[in-house]
């Protein structure tokens, strides 16, 4: 007897009682259509006593896998009794008990090799011999019932109690793992269909992209499976209630029948029975609410229309000489006028919109900076129909590249047609001119965002800091910072960093202190920037001792103080003249492990220079030599210094020589530094020529520096200059 024949006795009721309990029955098209994955091989029934097995202890719902055979069959009513007929094909049923067992099979071999793990491969092959030789023919002699009810079956049984669950927990996970497997099935196909492909294509047409995209679509495919699913369920329902109502058919034709034979002996027979007359329209009515009025139907029809603007248009189809004119637009350079091609392009197509959109795209993709001159180009055409996004977008593209002068371009076309800018363009108008160190106008478009009542976004407000900060104006910064903060925005901790650097370089150490603890209370943790940028605070402003409280607190803090911060702290040294602890320090970070390089090596030699030690500053140079590194600017500041006060003439020129080819780098208190040296070693004429680049540079000498230069203007014998 096969599997089949021992399904047809059984009831569902029957099911329900092996675990005490109803269970909800599989729906047919889940289980039906699965195939076999790796096919079995029927292994021949050995019977052997229950010594062979331990106790496996494990726990499982026996009546799972009863459920999922009952499943793979299609089941009708066919009396009112209730008796289940199942009718199924032979080799649906030979495909679901293959994928069954071979998965079965392969789990039951696991469980066997945990629990004998001195048993070799063929012991265990004898086991799953004995194991599914059992299960198929208790299934083809119809006495599983009776197997799994007994609570004696390690007595009469050639199974014992323990054993028996254990092939039913296996059941269990193998019919969870189809389950899975169908429906994952299922979903690839309903990922595939039109209908999700559409939704997906309209999604990313209006900028829907990455994972939301991908979520959407997965949301959208399940939704389709569950209302395949759910339809199915209806159609294996009125299957199922079709017998029956075939019968109350009949049942109810032979009621008709006795009914009008027993009619009234005086009535008419030429009599017609038929449906009364209406009059009026049909009246429908959905939970109490009147369809049938004029008005639904003018909503209806504007339903239509937005429906109709809403959903994307296509470009029209391109060929003939409308494509070899596409064609000749997408190969022209940059510097070549599109005009000729674009008016010749629109007569042949009279494009909408879309289709320059689509032009658009394939420019972008081709050639960005075409893309953009044409894009510049349609803002005037009418069939464009230009919208203030397509300024912002110009606007924005322009900005990203750093070119000013565009984007300006576009803003002055907008103002020329009446366009205000959007908070959009406004935002990318603080970005580009806080780049771009345009205080003025950054600060403008930033007001216009406030009076807007619109509230930037901490990215806005970080841009405009940053303009402060260039502009040096600190003060200003941080009070915008304060807003940030009293908004509950967090500044960025590249924000604090730059406002913390503005003051440390412009010798505020009160500032600096003031930025450093705000940063703590933001939640930013010391950093080696943030404490050296607080040793340079206090060194430039001459505050040894605090100086290298923070030095050491940088050690403490487990960083490793780096070239800049080593230089920062001797340089507070050296602004005291404190020799004996600027070499202490250094030996100490040698000691250490912690190497100093060019950085300062230039406090080193200015230092020295200062100090008119020429051989030490002059071994100090072939360190650069040692690094590969050629001297930088403020080291032949250093040279000039200590040649001309040394009056040695040769090396004096040589150093002031490089100072002039690089006076464009030149500060204000630098000149005054090598004009004072010029003086000092008494090079009158060097100093005046020096005096006079100084003022070519627009910056005007101090008082004393004056005053110096017109004393040695009295003196008869000057030094020729060199040439």
């Given amino acids: 007897m096969n599997l089949k024949h021992f399904l047809s006795r059984l009831t569902i009721n029957k ?13 047919y098209r889940e289980v039906c259509t699965i195939r076999c994955i790796s096919p079995l091989l029927y292994m021949p029934e050995t019977r052997k006593a229950d010594s062979l097995f331990g106790n496996p202890k494990i726990h499982m719902a026996q009546s799972l896998f009863y459920r999922f055979i009952h499943s793979g069959q299609e089941t009708v009513l066919s009396d009112a009794k209730g008796v289940v007929n199942v009718s199924v094909d032979t080799e649906e049923d030979d495909a679901v008990m293959n994928e069954f067992l071979s998965r079965f099979v392969w789990i039951m071999r696991g469980k066997l090799t945990e629990v004998y793990t001195d048993a070799d491969k063929k012991e265990v092959d004898a086991m799953l011999h004995i194991i599914v030789g059992k299960v198929i023919s208790e299934m083809e002699e119809g006495n599983i019932e009776h197997f799994i009810d007994s609570a004696a079956a390690s007595a009469s ?83 199922e209630a079709k017998e029956p109502e075939a019968n ?32 009026g329209k049909i009246k429908y009515q959905i939970y109490g609410l009147d369809l049938s009025k004029q008005k639904w139907a003018e909503v209806a029809e504007q339903i239509h229309e937005i429906g109709g603007s809403i959903w994307p248009q296509e470009p029209k189809p391109i060929s003939g000489k409308c494509k070899s004119t596409t064609e000749k637009i997408l190969s ?7 005009s000729p091609l674009i008016a010749e392009w629109i007569e042949l197509l ?41 300024y912002s977008q110009l606007v924005d593209a322009h900005a990203k590249q750093n070119k000013l002068d565009d984007a300006e371009r576009i803003i002055n076309k907008m103002n020329e047609k009446g366009i205000v800018p959007d908070i959009l363009t406004k935002t990318t108008m603080v970005h580009m001119y806080s780049k771009a160190g345009n205080l003025n106008l950054a600060k403008e478009a930033f007001e216009s965002l406030r009076s807007q009542g619109f509230q930037p976004d901490p990215k806005v407000y970080n841009s405009m800091i940053m303009a402060y900060v260039n502009a040096g104006d600190r003060k200003s910064g941080e009070a915008l910072m304060r807003d940030l903060e009293a908004k509950n925005f967090k500044p960025s901790e590249d924000t604090y960093l730059a406002l913390l650097r503005a003051y440390a370089q412009h010798a505020d150490p009160t500032g600096a202190s003031r930025i450093s603890t705000r940063m703590e209370f933001a939640g930013y943790q010391p950093s080696l920037e943030s404490c050296t940028c607080l040793v340079e605070a206090y060194s430039r402003r001459g505050y040894d001792d605090q100086a290298r409280k923070h030095f050491d607190d940088i050690i403490k803090l487990g960083y490793k103080p780096d070239d800049k911060c080593i230089a920062r702290m001797i340089a507070a040294y050296a602004n005291k003249n404190l020799l004996d602890k ?20 230039t406090v080193l030699v200015d230092w020295l220079a200062r100090l008119q030690l020429v051989d030490e500053v002059e071994d100090l140079l072939g360190k650069f030599t040692e690094k590969g ?63 006079n680049l100084m003022t070519a540079q627009g910056f005007t000498a101090s008082e004393q520096l004056s005053m110096t230069l017109r004393a040695s203007q009295t003196f008869s014998l000057r030094r020729p200059s060199m040439k």
């Fill in 248 to 279: 109350e058919n009949e049942v109810e034709t032979q009621i008709r029948e006795v009914s009008k034979n027993n009619c009234v002996e005086g009535e008419d027979d030429t009599q017609v029975v038929s449906l009364p007359k209406r009059s």
């Fill in 350 to 390: 009279q494009p909408s919109r879309v289709d320059w959109i689509a032009l658009l795209v394939r420019l972008k993709e081709k050639n960005d900076q075409l893309y953009l001159k044409v894009a510049e180009l349609l803002l005037d055409e009418e069939s464009f129909q230009t919208t203030i996004r397509d």
């Fill in 582 to 601: 600027g070499l202490h320090l250094l030996l100490q970070l040698e000691k250490d492990g912690i190497e100093h390089s060019v950085a300062t090596y």
């Fill in 629 to 691: 590194v050629s001297p930088s600017l403020d080291v032949h500041i250093s040279l000039c210094d200590m040649y001309a006060r040394a009056k040695e003439e040769k090396k004096t020129l040589q150093a002031l020589g490089v100072l002039e080819a690089n006076k464009d780098q030149l500060r204000h208190e630098e000149f005054e530094k090598i004009i004072n040296a010029l003086l000092a070693g008494k090079f009158w004429q060097d100093a005046e020529r020096f005096h």
């Fill in 157 to 239: 049984q050639d199974f014992s109690e323990d054993l028996w669950r254990t092939v039913w927990e296996v059941s269990n996970v193998v019919l969870e793992d189809m389950k899975k497997a169908k429906k994952k099935e299922k979903m690839k196909s309903f990922l595939q269909s039109e209908e999700v492909k559409d939704m997906t294509r309209f999604a990313g047409e209006i900028g829907i992209r990455g994972d939301m995209l991908r979520e959407l679509r997965f949301k959208w495919a399940r939704e389709k499976l569950e209302e395949s699913e759910f339809y199915e369920s209806l159609e294996l329902m009125r299957q």
């Fill in 15 to 27: 099911v329900s009682r092996l675990n005490g309990r109803r269970t909800p029955s599989w729906n």
């Fill in 332 to 338: 022209l350079q940059v510097d070549d006028d599109p």
